[in-house]
């Protein structure tokens, strides 16, 4: 007899063996040799079609683990919300006085008019240089080569010169202790956030301000009065001001007027259980689960921020000088300006979309902690009447519109012990299959097969000998 016959008869021998003998269903009657074949042939057909049926409900079942693990669905939740007021970033926006007079400083009495808009992109760069494209190195225009991070912070504005008083309800507090600076895309920025009063409630600081609701208090409101004017931003706690932030989430101060917003906050609260499945399931990051070097904590526009910063390196082998958590020596020059203007409108559309070849591709998953807010209502006054006038340029206001009734949550649906449940439950309906099925399988091939190996070569070891 050949090896290969040898080999498919010893296969055939465990595998009649193992079917007489598991707990399997249907498998006996195939092995049974009184059984008659069209007997053998129907149960053989049975046991495919069980099997077949075991492979889809195992396939939907892992699918949906996959999936459609999370549900995110709305829930109420009364008067104990913890929502509190998104995050308020003020960045100043084309201070006009102070440009005029850094434009002064450096050019001179004398100079092109053109040089103050060439240094209003640099100070306020947001991408685009057209003057300094179509103006510098022309008639006899000089502008400035580099050091351009340091030329926006000469033309910026101090924090104590920034804001005149801020007020929470209708006390004032020390504007630049709780209002933070931050370094984002879009320049110098100072942010009030829950995050920052937290660590002020941590070192003990009597004067950290807690802006969630509380039962017969006022709502809360944050308000203050600039010299000059600026963009305001409404993020998150963990977001930040970026380029691509949402028009509904830009605020725009403006001279001699008086801005009241009310806003209408949703929270998420995600099931302890979310942090168990993978990125993939549950289809967002923890601030915690960082990855990016431009932030500490990690967040949508964090993580679109960096991915410009990578793009900006490989495109210019440089990075806007308004990039966070930068070296000096990545800051562009000159023609790293003029190279990130080139390629503004590819740098400008970020996407998640990997088929498309006209914008930016970057992977980034929402926060899962993000805080869900809208503007419902505004009102403007004019501040001709208020004392100091001529010291302030604009107000602004920023409150809560009412105690928030409802939030959206985060529960796992279909977890890794619905997984074990529903294999199991396809198991034990199809092959009649648990658990101890599964040793027993292993403990039969492993010990009983090899053991019935061993025999049938001792066997043939003897007969050689005796022949």
């Not at 053989?44 to 049926?53: E, H, K, P, Q």
């Not at 942010?191 to 609701?213: C, N, V």
């Not at 449940?421 to 039969?444: M, N, P, Q, W, Y």
Request: aromatic letters at 10%; glycine letters at 6%.
């Amino acid at each position: 007899m050949g090896k290969a016959a040898e080999f498919l008869a010893k296969t055939t021998a465990i595998f009649r063996n193992f079917f007489g003998q598991t707990s399997l269903h249907g498998l006996r009657f195939i092995a049974e040799e009184e059984r008659h074949w069209s007997e053998r042939l129907l149960w053989m057909f049975l046991c495919t079609i069980s099997w077949i049926g075991f492979g889809i409900m195992l396939q939907k079942s892992y699918l949906a683990f996959e999936e459609n693990s999370v549900s995110f669905a709305v829930e109420t939740t009364g008067l104990s919300t913890d929502t509190s007021l998104p995050s308020v970033s003020v960045c100043e926006h084309e201070h006009t006085k102070v440009l005029k007079k850094t434009a002064k400083e450096i050019f001179g009495k004398h100079r092109d008019p053109n040089l103050d808009e060439v240094l209003r992109e640099l100070i306020y760069f947001k991408g685009t240089a057209y003057y300094m494209r179509e103006i510098c190195n022309k008639d006899g225009i000089e502008c400035p080569r580099g050091n351009y991070l340091q030329l926006a912070q000469r033309a910026r504005v101090k924090c104590e010169e920034f804001f005149y008083h801020c007020t929470n309800y209708n006390d004032v507090f020390e504007c630049c202790k709780h209002f933070v600076p931050v370094q984002t895309e879009v320049g110098l920025c100072y942010t009030f956030s829950a995050q920052y009063e937290k660590k002020l409630k941590e070192q003990g600081d009597p004067k950290w301000i807690d802006m969630t609701p509380k039962a017969r208090k006022p709502l809360p409101a944050i308000g203050f009065a600039i010299n000059g004017s600026a963009k305001v931003y409404l993020h998150s706690e963990y977001e930040v001001p970026y380029l691509n932030s949402l028009s509904s989430d830009v605020l725009n101060s403006e001279l001699h007027l008086f801005k009241d917003y009310w806003v209408a906050t949703n929270e998420v609260e995600n099931q302890p259980e979310v942090r168990g499945l993978s990125l993939y399931q549950r289809k967002c990051r923890f601030p915690d689960e960082n990855y990016i070097e431009s932030a500490d904590f990690y967040s949508y526009s964090s993580c679109i921020v960096d991915c410009r910063r990578r793009a900006q390196m490989k495109l210019c082998n440089c990075t806007s000088h308004h990039m966070p958590k930068t070296k000096p020596e990545e800051h562009c020059d000159y023609d790293g300006i003029i190279c990130l203007d080139r390629y503004n409108s590819y740098l400008s559309t970020p996407s998640r979309n990997s088929d498309r070849k006209d914008g930016l591709v970057c992977d980034c998953l929402p926060g899962c902690v993000d805080l869900d807010f809208q503007v419902v209502d505004f009102r403007i006054v004019d501040i001709l009447g208020v004392p100091d006038r001529s010291l302030i340029d604009s107000m602004m206001q920023i409150r809560l519109r009412s105690v928030p009734t409802e939030k959206y949550k985060r529960t796992v649906v279909n977890g890794k012990l619905d997984l074990v449940v529903s294999i199991g439950g396809a198991a034990g309906l199809f092959l009649g299959a648990s658990l101890l099925t599964a040793v027993e399988v292993s403990l039969f091939f492993l010990i009983k097969a090899r053991a019935s190996e061993q025999q049938g070569g001792t066997k043939d070891n003897s007969n050689e000998v005796n022949e």
